[in-house]
């Protein structure tokens, strides 16, 4: 079974632009959560998807969105970019959504770099 | 909210030997579940093992374990047996909504040959 999958790898934008980063998850599992990880913030969560519906939210601006399609792929979505948004994003997909205690598998991380 | 510390951000330990990384936790609430990751150069993360709560029997996982003390916040992984491959960041992590974690800033672990 393939693992969780994210593209691009590595993405370069400028102040000001806007990025589409992408998550395909295991195949089956439905729900996707994003993290970002920073040196100076760590590992943060953004959101969570399940069902094609945000169950979760972290304590991010309103720049950052996410949704997720009827596959269960998701994308998010960041506008006006900052120079601190340059991270680590990762994708994390679990074939469960209820309850607590659910594993989750993680992708390998888009690294955006903003200049 | 919740916050989860890890007080070591570095600890290294010789080849074969044992090394127990710290976390605790705080929270008010009485149902949640704690992981402890590990994310090596890659950046791939992978679960080393998770507790539940409500139990009280300590979860072990080969050479992982972890000794939960739910009074103290407290939820340590100890490494028997420590290998090369097992050198890599750690992350504990907290959980009781969804899948949303919330994690420590990391412990990073060194195995010398």
């Known amino acids: 079974k393939a693992g969780v999958t994210q593209t691009p790898r590595y993405l370069i934008k400028t102040r000001g632009q806007q990025v589409t980063l992408s998550c395909s998850p295991i195949?089956?599992?439905?729900?996707v959560s994003w993290y970002q990880q920073t040196p100076g913030q760590g590992l943060q969560f953004l959101f969570e998807?399940?069902?094609?519906?945000?169950?979760n939210k972290g304590n991010f601006p309103g720049r950052f969105s996410g949704r997720q399609f009827s596959n269960s792929r998701s994308e998010m979505n960041v506008s006006t970019l900052e120079l601190g948004d340059s991270a680590l994003y990762l994708c994390?997909?679990?074939?469960?959504?209820?309850?607590?205690?659910?594993?989750?598998?993680f992708g390998p991380g888009t690294r955006l770099t903003v200049l | 909210a919740q916050t989860v510390t890890q007080s070591q951000p570095e600890m290294s330990v010789q080849e074969a030997e044992t090394v127990t990384l710290s976390c605790t936790y705080d929270?008010?609430?009485?149902?949640?579940?704690l992981f402890w990751y590990k994310q090596p150069p890659s950046r791939q993360m992978i679960l080393v093992i998770r507790?539940?709560?409500?139990?009280?029997q300590n979860a072990t996982e080969n050479r992982f374990s972890v000794n939960f003390q739910k009074a103290a916040k407290s939820f340590s992984l100890k490494i028997s047996d420590s290998q090369l491959g097992d050198a890599a960041m750690y992350f504990c992590?907290?959980?009781?909504?969804?899948?949303?974690?919330?994690f420590g800033g990391g412990t990073r672990l060194m195995v010398k040959p």
């Open positions: 994390a997909s679990s074939f469960l959504a209820g309850g607590l205690g659910n594993e989750q598998f």
């Open positions: 195949s089956g599992h439905r729900s």
């Open positions: 998807y399940f069902s094609e519906t945000q169950r």
């Open positions: 929270t008010s609430e009485s149902d949640y579940y």
């Open positions: 507790q539940e709560a409500y139990k009280q």
């Open positions: 992590a907290y959980n009781n909504a969804g899948n949303m974690l919330t």
